[in-house]
């Protein structure tokens, strides 16, 4: 039988055991916990200048803990969410949050350049294991929408990145290097709320295997057409985390280099761009559960093209303007592009979970240093005026097959899907 046959799959019955607040009270739980692992991740370039200066370290050795950090943080997470799918680790979640708070320690008491690394590593790993399983418990609580929960979840984790740096900024470097302890007591409280989340997974998970099933036949698109489709999505995430990547580093210098603005000013600017960002990723997942994720796709990538164009020649006013409608419209794309890959393979919620965040955080990085190599080159208003034009990747949403709200496969100009049929 091909790929393209139909088959008949056993589809869970709706649950309707779980009251909304219970389901509300898991989802605000790991939204927090995203929080507060993200929060603490963004600290370690935060630290950069204090420990350069104390262990006399030179470029390359910085590039080496980022790396270090990047690497387990992005390639190890398709590979647990892969482990996971097959074998749920309920409270690997708190074990996660457990290795992020040994890399705390360590990079506190670190005597050397070596103990350095490794507690980059530990602060990656932390958050391998945390992304996949974390979004896989968010659409269990999800309760049939999916992208209002996985923008709730994602919520957590952009206010982490973003107020990370300022209180390292007013703890860290007042303090120094231990500084770092003080924010053991966040992993410290997160831990006992993943052990609660990881009690309710484990209760969830044997409560699947109990519920009456009912068989769907229906065609599944064929495995050239996911492969394509996941292929056109991690393009546009590509697209995506290169252009924010300019603006969360970048646009301070930018607004400084063009405008002569003040540091502070330049600073309220970037709060009120990370304000866009946090809007945008709140309404982006329930939008797509309305409408349909790539209706929110096209918009969210597309649409922003008009107004990055027009950035790099506008005033400070509208550039603050259009600053804004470009963080809104584009930080809304996240969740309804991992909500659209996730109904595409259904079986393997953990490995795409855990492709896409690796992905994204592995494009953050990569793009930060891409384009911080060709403002030293150039100018870093030629840096805006060459990622004006990344949105233009949003035209391969075209290739993507229409996909219903509810997650299947839609009556598009795509021959070979067809609606689900019960039996």
Known sequence: MTSSESRVEIVEAPDASHAPGELLRVLAAVSVCHLINDM?????????????????????????????????????????????????????????????LIGLVMLAYAPTFGVLLAAAGLFGIGSAVFHPESSRVARMASGGRNGFAQSFFQLGGNSGTAIGPLLAALIILPRGQRGVLWFTLATLAGIPILVWVGTWYKRELKHEQRRPAR?????????????????????????????????????????????????????????????????????????????????????????????????????LFWTGVLSVLIGVILSSAFAAILVYAQELVPTRIGMISGLFFGFAFGMGGIGAAVLGELADATSIVYVYKVCAWLPAIGLLTWLLP??????????????????PERV
């Not at 697209?239 to 969360?248: M, N, P, R």
């Not at 796709?297 to 027009?310: A, D, N």
């Not at 709200?405 to 839609?410: D, H, K, L, T």
């Open 402 to 419: 229409k996909m219903e709200p509810g997650g299947q496969a839609g009556r598009s100009n795509e021959a070979d899907i067809a609606e």
């Open 40 to 100: 603490v991740q963004s600290l370690l370039p935060s630290l950069y200048p204090i420990l350069k200066g104390s262990f006399h370290l030179d470029f390359s050795q910085i590039g080496l803990i980022a790396l270090t950090f990047q690497i387990t943080a992005s390639l190890l997470q398709p590979f647990i969410g892969h482990f996971t799918d097959r074998r749920p680790l309920p409270y690997s979640l708190p074990i996660g949050m457990g290795s992020t």
């Open 215 to 315: 068989a769907t036949e229906h065609r599944a698109l064929p495995r050239g057409k996911v492969i394509g489709a996941l292929f056109v999505l991690m393009m546009l995430v590509f697209s995506k985390y290169f252009y924010i990547a300019s603006l969360t580093n970048y646009y301070t210098f930018y607004l400084i280099s063009r405008f002569h603005v003040s540091v502070e000013s330049s600073q309220i600017h970037l709060f009120v761009l990370f304000g866009a960002l946090a809007v945008g990723t709140l309404v982006g997942g329930p939008l797509g559960d309305r409408i349909g994720r790539k209706y929110v796709i096209w918009v969210s990538i597309l649409g922003v093209l008009p107004f990055t164009l027009l950035m790099p020649y506008a005033n």
